[in-house]
């Protein structure tokens, strides 16, 4: 299990699922912290990947994911599934290691450190500021909060459930993210084969993608949009007071 050093800023702790009150209401999972948390535990796993590799992984679940997205202030939703997992070599030694970080992922040596990000929640091999393209904010991840090694926990049945892990929606402005699936159904893959996660991850300390051109088009008809409501806003009110 990897020692976790939180950001000096966060007080979000990853969770067991008991610490939540789960309520399924359609595809639905609403998540109200109890008043007697169990918190700093993680769910591992060990699986097999196409890469002939055995690779452990290990998810968190944090309550909600408080960053905010650049200026039009999106990204905030209810519930967070975070992941790292490492490879085990011939010799039974941890090898590679590959951190999950929003929707890419970066591959790097195991160190046995998981420092995680104030908000998003972030996993890096690192401790720093890490940057991401605009409109996205930084993340932050001094390492200087908790440190804590969480107690790890199998899966149960609730891995199988399909819905999501709040009631977050999203909606057409660009950023906005609805609540997460749980792990074996989420799209990037790492639950069926983490070798092929893993081959996919950006390399170490390369730092974050570029946004898609779509995406920025988007971004800035979002800002555009704001501000022509904004002045209309302005000008209803400047004509009443007139």
Known sequence: MPL?????????????????????????????????????????????????????????????????????????????????????GADGRPGDATFAQHSWAEACPWRGVVHVAHGSHASFPTAGEHGRPWPDPDDFADGRGRAVRPRVEPFGAWARWPGRWGRAEASWIPGEQPSPRGPAFQNEGAWRDPAAFHARAR????????????????????????????????????????
Request: with cysteine; charged share 25%; hydrophobic share 45%.
């Open 4 to 88: 976790v050093r939180y950001d000096s800023a966060e007080r979000d702790r990853a969770t067991a699922v008991e610490a939540l009150t789960a309520r399924v209401a359609g595809e639905r999972i609403a998540l109200r912290p109890r008043v007697d948390p169990l918190p700093d535990a993680t769910y591992g796993r060990r699986v097999r990947g196409s890469d002939g590799r055995t690779w452990l992984q290990y998810w968190f679940l944090y309550a909600t994911n408080t960053q905010d997205r650049g200026i039009v202030r999106t990204g905030r939703h209810e519930g967070d599934w975070e992941m790292v997992q490492v490879a085990l």
């Open 203 to 242: 390399a170490c300390a390369s730092g974050a993608p570029p946004h898609p051109v779509g995406l920025r088009i988007a971004g800035w008809a979002a800002v555009i949009g704001i501000a022509v409501a904004a002045l209309s806003l302005v000008r209803t009110r400047v004509r009443r007071a007139a």
